[in-house]
């Protein structure tokens, strides 16, 4: 039981952190199928906390080398996996200015360094028995059981008319939707609101060879208007009425080379070798995004908010809307946009800004 309960533990941990950032990674319907697996496996991860507490305490009680590391691990697990809880059923949301999702994930990011020590400190071979019918069967209950106690979380927040039931698809809660003053101003990990003087700043755009440099009052002589939800991976999502001007217009005449949405009403036609199949969006601070190059007539390059010039905090002078994705892809403060022939996979899923 001791050797199942490790195995099993290794196998839920790999597929929570993998459904997570998939759930993570998209803003439409595989998100929601995602975090249905992601949150079965972290109430299957609970259910063997008992038999791993009997092994954690012997391993404790004879000071075996690393003991430390092992329980350091078990406590950031539990503190992920309850955040995790306390978040989707919004018993606990947040403690000022922190989160219960940003400890879910912070905990288990900050576990992944241990969970690699355990993997090699406490290497267990694969072996014939651990696929026996009576592993399997173990599997299978403790799956069932935690598909059941899932379901019926569910159906208890619903009945309860917890907070976690008005929670969208991808687990984030309304804030402040259509009131842009409410509209909380987050940013990605180590990234800092820069200050600009919009008179001396100027948005680059590259295309092939040639080069065009937009002043802050020629953007905001567009109106183009969207009205787009921005769903941050910090739990909260907001639907907000933003306005600018569409990627495809700054992209011209390269966009009457391109199939549509891109090209679309502007004699697009098909991309031969060598054409651009990507655009870089990058930041003032480093960050950035590639969007293929479909998705360009979809993007804003937005100067308003609300009717309003963007504030620091959201992105001014300029920043990137992108309709249907997470807030990660909203690049703020955007001062180059290159269109390129490197695909729009090439780079890092998520940013290390």
């Known amino acids: 039981m001791k050797r199942w309960t490790n195995l099993a533990l290794f196998v839920l941990l790999g597929v ?39 092994i954690a305490s012997h391993a404790v009680r004879r000071r075996r080398p690393g003991w430390w590391a092992s329980l350091v691990l078990t406590v950031l697990i539990l503190v992920s996996v309850l955040a995790g809880i306390l978040h989707s059923t919004g018993l606990l949301i947040a403690v000022g200015a922190i989160s219960a999702m940003e400890v879910h994930v912070g905990a288990a990011l900050i576990a992944i360094p241990f969970v690699i020590w355990h993997v090699i400190a406490r290497r267990l071979p694969v072996r014939a028995v651990d696929l ?13 059981g935690s598909g059941l106690a899932y379901g019926a ?18 687990g984030s809660y309304e804030t402040g939707s259509l009131d842009a003053s409410l509209l909380p101003a987050t940013q990605w990990m180590f990234d800092t609101v820069p200050r600009i003087d919009p008179a001396s700043w100027r948005l680059r755009v590259q295309i092939a060879g040639t080069i065009r440099e937009w002043t802050y009052d020629q953007l905001l002589a567009f109106d183009d208007r969207v009205r787009a939800t921005l769903d941050c991976t910090g739990g909260f999502y907001s639907t907000q009425d933003w306005s600018g001007v569409w990627l495809s217009r700054l992209l011209d005449p390269a966009c009457r080379l391109l199939p549509p949405p891109c090209g679309e009403g502007r004699g697009g036609g098909r991309v031969g ?18 969007f293929s190059i479909e998705s360009v007539g979809r993007l804003l390059v937005a100067t308003r908010l609300g009717g309003q010039s963007l504030d620091p905090g959201h992105g001014f002078p300029v920043r990137l809307v992108a ?28 940013p290390m800004q």
């Open 153 to 170: 979380g569910e159906l208890a927040v619903r009945a309860l008319t917890l907070p976690g039931a008005k929670r969208r698809f991808t």
């Open 323 to 350: 309709p249907d994705r997470r807030g990660y892809w909203w690049v703020k403060w955007v001062t180059a946009i290159t269109l390129d022939e490197l695909p729009s996979w090439w780079q890092l899923p998520f």
């Open 16 to 54: 929570a952190f993998v459904t997570g950032w998939v759930a993570f990674f998209y803003s439409t319907a595989p998100s929601r199928a995602s975090l249905i697996v992601h949150a079965v496996s972290g109430y299957a991860i609970l259910a063997l906390t008992p038999w791993k507490s009997v």
């Open 273 to 290: 070798v060598g054409a651009p199949t990507s655009v870089h969006v990058l930041s003032t601070t480093g960050y950035d995004r590639r």
């Open 132 to 144: 026996s019918r009576r592993s399997l069967l173990r599997a299978g209950a403790l799956l069932a």
